[in-house]
């Protein structure tokens, strides 16, 4: 098992600061006076690099943009107010009216409420997939689909995509594939496997307290010679490509979503969010070896758990081959009713009940009254929401005691 060492050595090398304040310094400034009218004028058509106003960048937040660019090894980043505001930084800054998307996997509430309900009242139109319905995924791709959409991880159906074939996939057809990596940070690298932009909560696990909301979206360079961004398809990229070359993606993103939603990361957060990356490799290895011993436990004292490091998986293949860094901090329990549910919490002392993920502390909730109330019978089959099903956090307590916790509450 990876423990993630050079993002040890990384991570509190580039948030600390050997000359001066060691921590992050924090400017929560909303505007920056320019001084004088000609650098004013530099600052706006970009030939001067001073801070124009803070919903467009900050200082603050733009070194943990570049963290995280280099973590994901992208071009460069934008962090938003949250994971929604990174997704939706991201699809918009690639829609139109008319246009189509697929959305593959088990999806975070939030997101799919925001292609179904959202985006098709502004004209644009999701089709929806299981991770392994590949035929299918390629027969719906048409000159109008902008996005393919994926979860690096089912949350909270558990299913694993084969993430390299679908980036083939959405290579050949010329399509963008955006991940939301928002569960394996590190333990995935989506634009090593071929996606072009994966976005983040970092509310979850890379702030890890629940301490600070926020997002990010990170983008690959565009290449110097042939790219899917250069094609037709994706024809507004172009004045950007030829002003900012490789980075135009951020332009872009910045131009065509940030500055006129206004989904601008708050400095503070940004701050909170790098002492949280500092710890994210050591607290992500501890948990991922904790679960695995956790759902077995489960699993053989008769509980009906579901995580892929179980050999009843369907895609336990995949998690021992591609996912070998672990799959994040979830599991889920069916207790098989909402009574069972709702005792199981109730008896429970370790967890906290919360829609939250990625804790430090493990947090549990139960899927159909909570996140998914609102979703008719048919969307919740097919996102995977039974009435007895509890979510599972793992945090960083000791996994015997979870078990045991959990092995009580569940009597
Ligand atoms: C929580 C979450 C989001 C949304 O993040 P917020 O910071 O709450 O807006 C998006 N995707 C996934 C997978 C999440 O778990």
Redesign the pocket.
């Known amino acids: 098992m990876n423990n993630f060492e050079e993002y040890c050595t990384t991570f509190v090398q580039s948030v600390g600061s050997k000359d001066g304040a060691v921590s992050p310094v924090l400017i929560g400034s909303a505007s920056f006076g320019y001084g004088t009218p000609q650098i004013a004028e530099g600052i706006f058509d970009g030939s001067v690099k001073k801070p124009l106003y803070s919903r467009m960048g900050n200082p603050t937040t733009a070194k943990l943009e570049s963290i995280l660019a280099e973590m994901d090894g992208g071009i460069g980043a934008v962090a938003t107010s ?4 990174a ?1 939706t930084l991201a699809v918009m800054s690639l829609l139109a009216s008319g246009d189509e998307v697929i959305s593959i996997g088990g999806l ?1 509430g ?2 799919y409420s925001l292609f179904s309900e959202t985006l098709s009242r502004f004209g644009i139109t999701t089709h929806f997939f299981d991770v392994d319905e590949f035929d299918a995924i390629q027969n719906a791709i048409t000159k109008n689909t902008k996005i393919i959409f994926l ?1 690096s991880v089912g ?1 909270p159906n558990m299913r694993l995509p084969d993430i390299k074939k679908i980036a083939t996939i959405a290579h050949e057809a010329g399509v963008a594939l955006i991940v ?1 990596n ?2 394996t940070p590190l333990s995935i690298l989506p634009l090593k496997l071929g996606a072009d932009i994966v976005v983040y ?1 970092t ?2 696990i890379i702030s890890g307290n629940a301490s600070a ?1 926020g ?1 990010c979206a990170i983008f690959r360079a565009i290449g110097e010679g042939e790219d899917k961004f250069k094609s037709p398809r994706y024809d507004f990229l172009a004045k950007f490509i030829k002003s900012a070359g490789g980075m135009a993606l951020i332009p872009n993103a910045k131009k065509r979503a940030l500055r006129d939603f206004g989904m601008s990361a708050n400095a503070h957060a940004s701050y909170q969010t790098m002492l949280g990356l500092e710890t994210l490799p050591l607290r992500l290895s501890r948990v991922i070896q904790s679960i695995e011993i956790i759902v077995k436990e489960l699993h053989e004292q008769g509980l009906n758990i579901n995580h892929p490091s179980l050999v009843k998986h369907p895609h336990h293949a995949r998690y021992l081959e591609q996912f070998q860094n672990g799959c994040g901090t979830l599991f889920t329990i069916d207790m098989g009713t909402k009574e069972k549910a709702f005792e199981f919490l109730n008896k429970t002392k370790l967890a906290t009940i919360t829609a939250n ?1 990625g804790d430090s502390r493990t947090l549990a909730l139960h899927m159909a009254s909570t996140i998914y109330r609102d979703f008719d019978d048919e969307t919740k089959k097919f996102l995977g929401i039974t009435d007895g099903l509890i979510r599972i956090s793992i945090g960083l307590e000791s996994p015997h005691d979870i078990i045991n916790d959990f092995l009580q509450a569940s009597k």
């Open positions: 949250s994971g929604m505001g997704t975070f939030g997101t979860e949350n939301d928002t569960i909560s509310t979850k909301l997002g993920i």
